[in-house]
C-alpha cells in the first residue's frame, strides 16, 4: 500500500551510485525498454474503440486482472519503502501486507466487486453517478483526476532522484526516457497496454527480487537465527526503542510503549483497516484493473489471486527489512546502522532506511541478477506511472470531458480525447516532477494527499452499497465534509502555534578548507570540534557572534579578525538543541584530502576570512514534522510515529464520512428504488453465470484464504 | 475481437524470460570458469545463484512461449484459448 514513505524524502540527498552495475545489467534494462516499446505498437491494432482504449474491452482473464490488480500497487515506491518501513518497525511491517493487505481485499472481491460489476461502471467516479448523482461524480471525477497526476508526478521525481542516489543517473535524462517510453505505450495502446506491462513487471519483479530473501535466509542460517540477530542487533540500531519487540505482529501491540512503531492494536487494527478498505476498495486506480475482466466470476477471482499474491509480498518486503537488521555488517563485523532521512549524517557518510534494499543487492546480487533487480525497479516506477496516466485519462474523459464539456460526440471524437489525455496526464506529470525540483517540501503533502480523498470515497460508497435509504444529498454531504475534515486534521498535526524552529544547523560550503579533531577509532571514533579555516558556510538558527555587536542571526558577514565559536548546542524555545554539522564536500587541511560528514552537537570555529551566510527560519506550519501536542489527540499518543498518526487519521474520517452520510440522507429524499437497481444491496440481483468447475468458485478461494491469513496472524503472533 | 492470430501477453512474458534466463546463465557459467577477484564477489558467490536461479527462468520463459505460442490456433491476447 502506498502510505506516506520516507522513500520520497530521500530526494533530499544526493551522493554518487550506491550500487555498480556492468555492461550486461545496462543490456538487460535495454531490452526491456525495447520489449514494452513493442508491446505498444502491437496493441495499437487493438485499442480500436472507446471500450477497448478505456476499458481494455472487458475482456481480461480472472489472471491477468489479478496480476495487475497487485501490479499496479507493486512499485518500486512500495517495495522500497516497505523494506525501509520493515527495518524500522520489524515485523510490524508485513500488517500492511496482512490485515492491511489481504483482509481489505477479500472484502472487496465479495462485498463490492459485484455492484461494481453489475452496474457496468467504467470507473468508480462512474459508480457515484449512477448510485448518488452528477454533484458527487463531479466532486470525485475533478480530485480524482488531478490527484492522478500530482501522484504520478511525485513518483517520477522520487524515480529520477533515486535512479540518481542509485547508479549515478542524470535525472532529466531518467525523467523523459522513462516519460516518453510511458506516452507512446499508454497512448497507442489505452488501458490494456498499461495492464500487459503490469503483468510484465510482475514477473521482473519476482525474479528480480526474491533471490535476495533466499540468499539472505541461507547466509544467516535461517529464520530463528534471523530473529535472534535482530533482537540482539537493534540495541545498537533502534537504541531509542531498544526494549521493544521488532519479531512478531500482534504480541507487542499491548501498549504504545512495547513496539517500535508506538501503537496499539486498536491503532493498527482500525487505523490499517480504515486505510486499507479504502485504498483497495475504492482507489479507482487498483478497481480499475478488476471491473475490466471478461464476467464477474473473473473479475472476483483475479481479485482473490490479488489477495494471494498480496500475502505473499511480504516475502520480497519485509523478509529483506529484517534481513538488513541482522545480516549487513561493517567491514569490522559490527552492525551496520542505516539512519533516518533527516539525520545528520543521511546520504553523507551514513546510508538511510530506504537504502536497505538497496544495499542487498549489492551484497547478493551479482552481474546480470543486479541489472535484472534494477530493472524491476524501473518497470515499477514505469507501470505506476501509466497506470496512473491510464485513469487520468479515463476519468477526464468519461465522468470530466463527457458529462460537462462535450455530451454527445461519437466514441472516435472520446477515444482520440482520451489518447491526447494520456499525453497531457504525462506531460502534466513531467511538470509535477520538475516543480517538485523546486519545491521538494510538497512532496510530503502529494504523498498523503491520495488519503486526503479515497477514506472518504469510501465511506460514501460502501454506505450507498450496503444501504438503500443513503440519498444523493447524504453522498454528496459525506464525501466533501470528511475530505475537509482530513484535510483540516492533517493541517493541525503539522501547526506549530508556537512556532516551529528548525534544528540549528551549519552546512560547511564545497572546497571548504576545514580542521576535524576526532577521538577514538573505527566504529568508537568521535568528532569533538571542528575548525573552518576557509571558504564559505551557511547556517541556520544559529546566532553568530560579532565582535562589540549584537549577534547576526540573518544576514551575509566575513569574520573579522578574531575568531568566532560556535557553541555545541544552541539554546532555542526555552531548551538547547544541538548544533548539526553537515559537510557534503570539503577539504582536510591536514592532508588536503577530500572528506565529507555530518555530524550532531559539536562546537565549530570559524577562522578569519570565512564567508557566513545566515538565516532564522520559524514554522507555523512544516509539513514534515508533526507536532506531539496536536498528535496526541488524533493518535492517542504523543509518542505516535508519523505512520501511527496517519492511521489514526484514516480511522476518524472514516468514522466521519460514515455518519454524515447517514445522517443526512435521513433527513434528505432517497433515490427511488428503480434507479437504485443493480447497484445497492437486496435490489441488484446476481447473473447466473453458468456452471463451473470448484475450483472456479470464487467463495471457496476467499474461505481458503481467510482461513490462511488468520494462520499466518496466529502463528507471527 | 479479431480473426488473425494473436500475440498473448503471455508470450511476451515467455520471450522477455528466455533471454533474461540464458543471458544470466551465460554470464554465470562465465564467472564460474574464470571467477574473479575474492574481493569482487558477492556474499554466498560459491552457490552460484546466478546459474541456477537464470535457468529456472529461462525454464519458465520457454513453459510461456510454448504454451501460449502464437500460432495455436485461436490464440487470444489474453491466452485464453481453448485447448484442442
Redesign the interface.
Known amino acids: 500500500m502506498n502510505f506516506p514513505c520516507p522513500l520520497l524524502a530521500a530526494a533530499a540527498g544526493t551522493s554518487g551510485g550506491l550500487i555498480s552495475i556492468g555492461p550486461?545489467d545496462y543490456?538487460?534494462i535495454g531490452?526491456?525498454f525495447l520489449?514494452v516499446l513493442?508491446?505498444g505498437f502491437?496493441?495499437k491494432?487493438?485499442a480500436s474503440t472507446g471500450e477497448d482504449f478505456f476499458l481494455a474491452?472487458r475482456?481480461?482473464?480472472a489472471w491477468?486482472a489479478g496480476l495487475s490488480f497487485i501490479s499496479a500497487n507493486l512499485s518500486s515506491l512500495e517495495t522500497m519503502g516497505w523494506s525501509a518501513m520493515s527495518y524500522q518497525y520489524g515485523m510490524l511491517g508485513a500488517h500492511a501486507y496482512l490485515i492491511g493487505g489481504t483482509a481489505p481485499i477479500l472484502f472487496l472481491a465479495i462485498v463490492m466487486m459485484p455492484f461494481y460489476y453489475i452496474c457496468r461502471t467504467h470507473s468508480v467516479p462512474g459508480y457515484l453517478q449512477l448510485r448518488y448523482g452528477e454533484g458527487s461524480r463531479a466532486l470525485a471525477g475533478v480530485s480524482f483526476a488531478l490527484l492522478m497526476v500530482l501522484v504520478s508526478g511525485a513518483s517520477m521525481f522520487a524515480m529520477a532522484k533515486i535512479l540518481h542516489l542509485l547508479l549515478d543517473w542524470p535525472v532529466h535524462g531518467s525523467i523523459w526516457v522513462a516519460s516518453l517510453t510511458v506516452a507512446i505505450y499508454v497512448t497507442l495502446g489505452g488501458l490494456?497496454s498499461a495492464v500487459?506491462n503490469e503483468?510484465?513487471q510482475f514477473?521482473?519483479i519476482w525474479?528480480g527480487s526474491l533471490?535476495i530473501p533466499?540468499?539472505g535466509l541461507?547466509?544467516v542460517k535461517g529464520w530463528g537465527r534471523m530473529m535472534a540477530a535482530i533482537q540482539e542487533n537493534v540495541k545498537v540500531i533502534h537504541p531509542s526503542v531498544h526494549n521493544a519487540d521488532f519479531t512478531c505482529l500482534w504480541h507487542n501491540l499491548g501498549s504504545f510503549d512495547t513496539n517500535p512503531m508506538g501503537i496499539d492494536w486498536f491503532g493498527m487494527a482500525f487505523g490499517m483497516g480504515a486505510v486499507s478498505l479504502a485504498y483497495w476498495c475504492t482507489d479507482f486506480l487498483q478497481v480499475q484493473r478488476v471491473i475490466v475482466a471478461k464476467n464477474l466470476r473473473a473479475a472476483q477471482n483475479g481479485t482473490l489471486i490479488g489477495g494471494a499474491i498480496k500475502m505473499l509480498v511480504p516475502l520480497i518486503v519485509t523478509i529483506p527489512g529484517l534481513l538488513g537488521l541482522a545480516v549487513l555488517t561493517t567491514k569490522s563485523g559490527a552492525p551496520l546502522v542505516l539512519v533516518s532521512e533527516t539525520d545528520a549524517a543521511a546520504n553523507i557518510t551514513q546510508h538511510t532506511y530506504n537504502d536497505v534494499l538497496p544495499l542487498l543487492m549489492?551484497?547478493?546480487?551479482?552481474?546480470?541478477?543486479l541489472g535484472?533487480g534494477v530493472t524491476a525497479m524501473i518497470a515499477g516506477f514505469m507501470s505506476g506511472m501509466a497506470g496512473n496516466v491510464s485513469a487520468f485519462a479515463t476519468v477526464w474523459t468519461y465522468d470530466v470531458y463527457r458529462p460537462f464539456l462535450v455530451r454527445n460526440a461519437g466514441d472516435r471524437h472520446y477515444l482520440s480525447v482520451g489518447r491526447w489525455c494520456s499525453i497531457l496526464g504525462v506531460l502534466l506529470s513531467i511538470g509535477t516532477a520538475y516543480s517538485l525540483f523546486y519545491f521538494s517540501n510538497i512532496l510530503e503533502f502529494l504523498q498523503v494527499l491520495i488519503f486526503f480523498f479515497i477514506v472518504p470515497l469510501f465511506g460514501v460508497v460502501i454506505v450507498g452499497m450496503l444501504w438503500k435509504r443513503a440519498s444523493p444529498a447524504g453522498g454528496f454531504w459525506g464525501f466533501l465534509v470528511a475530505m475537509l475534515f482530513s484535510i483540516g486534521m492533517w493541517c493541525y498535526v503539522h501547526t506549530f502555534p508556537d512556532g516551529f524552529r528548525p534544528q540549528p544547523n551549519i552546512v560547511l560550503g564545497t572546497g571548504a578548507v576545514v580542521q576535524v579533531e576526532k577521538t577514538g577509532d573505527g566504529q568508537s571514533e568521535k568528532i569533538l570540534r571542528v575548525t573552518v579555516r576557509s571558504g564559505d558556510v551557511r547556517t541556520t538558527n544559529v546566532p553568530i557572534p560579532q565582535a562589540g555587536r549584537e549577534p547576526l542571526h540573518r544576514g551575509e558577514t566575513v569574520v573579522g579578525s578574531a575568531e568566532v565559536l560556535l557553541p555545541a548546542a544552541v539554546g532555542q524555545s526555552g531548551h538547547s538543541a544541538p548544533l548539526r554539522v553537515l559537510a557534503p564536500e570539503v577539504v582536510l587541511s591536514d592532508s588536503k584530502e577530500n572528506d565529507k560528514f555530518g555530524v550532531d552537537g559539536v562546537p565549530v570555529v570559524l577562522l578569519p576570512g570565512v564567508e557566513v551566510h545566515a538565516e532564522d527560519v520559524t514554522h507555523y506550519f512544516a509539513p514534515a514534522e508533526f507536532n506531539p501536542a496536536h498528535t496526541k489527540y488524533i493518535a492517542r499518543s504523543e509518542k505516535a510515529k508519523p505512520m501511527a498518526v496517519n492511521m489514526y487519521s484514516a480511522f476518524w474520517t472514516l468514522l466521519l464520512s460514515l455518519a454524515v452520510t447517514i445522517g443526512v440522507s435521513l433527513c434528505t429524499k432517497p433515490k427511488p428504488e428503480a434507479e437504485l437497481r443493480n447497484l445497492v444491496m437486496g435490489l441488484t440481483p446476481l447473473p447466473d453465470e453458468g456452471p463451473c468447475p470448484w475450483y472456479q468458485r470464487p467463495m471457496l478461494w476467499a474461505a481458503l484464504l481467510t482461513a490462511v491469513l488468520v494462520a499466518v496472524n496466529v502463528i507471527f503472533w | 475481437m479479431h480473426d488473425e492470430h494473436q500475440v498473448p501477453i503471455w508470450f511476451f512474458i515467455g520471450v522477455l524470460l528466455l533471454i533474461y534466463g540464458v543471458l544470466i546463465a551465460a554470464s554465470g557459467t562465465y564467472g564460474a570458469i574464470q571467477p574473479p577477484p575474492v574481493e569482487q564477489r558477492v556474499a554466498l558467490w560459491d552457490l552460484h545463484a546466478d546459474i541456477w536461479w537464470s535457468l529456472f527462468m529461462a525454464a519458465v520463459g520457454l513453459f510461456y512461449c510454448i504454451r501460449f505460442n502464437p500460432l495455436r490456433p485461436g490464440e487470444t491476447l489474453t491466452g485464453d484459448a481453448e485447448d484442442p
Open positions: 550486461l543490456v538487460i531490452i526491456y520489449v513493442a508491446i502491437y496493441l491494432r487493438y474491452g475482456k481480461m482473464t491477468i490494456i500487459f503483468v510484465l514477473f521482473l525474479f533471490l533466499i540468499l541461507i547466509y549489492g551484497k547478493f546480487l551479482g552481474p546480470g541478477l535484472l
